[in-house]
């Protein structure tokens, strides 16, 4: 047996892992919470820093300590918070939050989900075989394993039911799943993707190939047992990568894509295009972000990494002109129809990237927004964005992140070149899970 330390937890890091002081080194502990005194032990790595602990045994636990409800906890990866109460959940993102960017300015009291559960309206499973029949499940974390979640949680019911249904039609069918070793196969993935507001549901089969016998008569079975299904995508990846989605597609059935409806504008959201899982606490994120953008009808707004438009096409009401500026093709024509569709007449979108479109905007003075409101990918903006964003000079930053570290080493850079952080607000797209979504104000210090 592994020989195993005492260690006390006083605090936890950024993705809510408990941190404890052992060896003159600092460990972040899955599973551990504040407060605990448990046993943990070493998993060596190849050096000092490439070393890790595991929890062996709580000793003392907190009293927010909660026995998690799915049995794929904690090897799915998904929900790495299960052995906690929603409120010490909430607790500790804030106490992440204060810690990572409390040294800018204060912190607002982060607003949690009504109810956690079924809140992700966008759910992927990978097919394979077991000894059971087909099997529609997620990889475990770090690992080429695939393993079931039956009626996950956080997801979605009905895109939980269709997964059922999908996993019996395939037995039905008789069809492979695809082999990741050997390349042969055909089901490899599904998306499914449910409208929050609307009921529209989207299906995206993605298959490594078109060899599909009996596909119509497949389709025809889905729609019948899931008559909520709105559009039906064949997606075909034939290459051997971990990427889900291949570049071509067919429509089988309806229109190829869904709506949804958030803050009062109606959103078209293609297959491939980025739209935030949690449309519920999406809209309150929205709010705060336009909020702190402080419009009054006359500003000239940058949406920078804008996607299908969300958040350009909701402050477009309260402003005098938006641009967004988005890299991803579908994501950016989703955008255009969403303005047309919405009747926003001055809101346009360029499909580009935002570090380029900030640099040229930056070169000429008539074009500079007023508000440029920023949500960029988890890893945050680049060094070329953002030192155009401080030659720009808009009166007002609004940082819109989901990863708190990046999130605290760009507003470094942006205090460096003459923004204020006036406040933080935490909002949780994500319950049971680590990641925390915030919203930051900065504003323009000097001339
Ligand atoms: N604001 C949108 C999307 C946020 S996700 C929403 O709330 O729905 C981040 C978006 O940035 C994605 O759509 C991604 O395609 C886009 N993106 C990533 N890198 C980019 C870059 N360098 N330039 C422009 N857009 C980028």
């Given at each position: 047996?592994?020989?195993?330390y ?5 605090e ?20 551990l ?23 062996a ?5 907190s ?50 989900m ?10 992927h ?50 069809l ?108 309150i ?90 949500d ?22 609004v940082?819109?992140s ?28 994500f319950?049971w ?15």
């Amino acid at each position: 047996m592994p020989k195993q330390y005492r260690v006390k937890c006083h605090e936890t890091d950024a993705a809510c892992r408990g941190l404890v002081k052992f060896n003159n080194s600092i460990f972040a502990v899955n599973g551990l919470l504040p407060g605990e005194t448990a046993r943990i032990e070493l998993v060596y790595g190849k050096d000092r820093k490439s070393t890790t602990a595991r929890l062996a045994d709580v000793e003392i636990p907190s009293p927010f300590r909660t026995k998690p409800f799915c049995e794929a906890f904690p090897r799915c990866g998904g929900c790495t918070l299960q052995h906690a109460s929603y409120e010490a959940q909430l607790a500790m993102k804030q106490a992440a939050a204060k810690k990572l960017l409390g040294e800018f300015a204060p912190v607002g009291k982060i607003i949690g989900m009504e109810t956690p559960y079924h809140y992700r309206h966008k759910v992927h499973a990978t097919f394979y075989r077991s000894r059971r029949g087909m099997e529609l499940g997620i990889y475990e974390e770090n690992t080429h394993k695939v393993i079931t979640v039956p009626d996950c949680a956080i997801q979605n019911k009905t895109a939980n039911a269709i997964l059922h249904t999908l996993r019996r039609l395939a037995d039905e069918f008789r069809l492979p799943a695809y082999n990741e070793d050997t390349g042969t196969g055909l089901l490899r993935h599904v998306l499914i993707r449910c409208g929050y507001a609307t009921g529209q549901v989207m299906v995206v089969l993605v298959l490594a190939n078109t060899n599909f016998p009996g596909r119509n008569h497949f389709m025809e079975k889905l729609k019948t047992a899931h008559p909520e299904i709105t559009t039906i995508i064949q997606n075909i990846n034939r290459k051997k990568t971990s990427m889900v989605l291949g570049e071509s597609e067919t429509v089988l059935f309806g229109n190829g894509y869904i709506e949804d409806e958030l803050c009062g504008l109606r959103f078209r959201i293609s297959s491939k295009s980025f739209y935030q899982v949690n449309p519920a606490q999406t809209e309150i994120l929205y709010r705060t972000a336009i909020d702190f953008a402080g419009l009054t009808g006359k500003e000239v707004v940058l949406d920078a990494y804008c996607g299908t438009g969300t958040i350009g096409l909701i402050a477009a009401g309260k402003a005098a002109d938006v641009i967004g500026v988005e890299s991803n093709d579908a994501a950016v024509r989703d955008a255009g129809v969403n303005a047309q569709e919405n009747q926003v007449k001055n809101a346009r979108f360029l499909k580009g990237d935002a570090a380029e479109y900030m640099m040229h905007v930056a070169k000429d003075k008539a074009e500079r927004p007023d508000v440029v409101i920023m949500d960029p990918p988890r890893s945050g903006a680049s060094e070329q964005f953002l030192r155009a964003l401080v030659e720009a000079k808009p009166s007002r930053v609004v940082y819109v992140s989901c990863c708190m570290e990046t999130l605290a080493r760009d507003l470094k850079v942006l205090e460096k070149g003459g923004f204020k952080v006036e406040k933080v607000q935490g909002v949780d797209l994500f319950g049971w899970s680590g990641h925390v979504e915030c919203v930051v104000l900065m504003s323009r210090v000097e001339k």
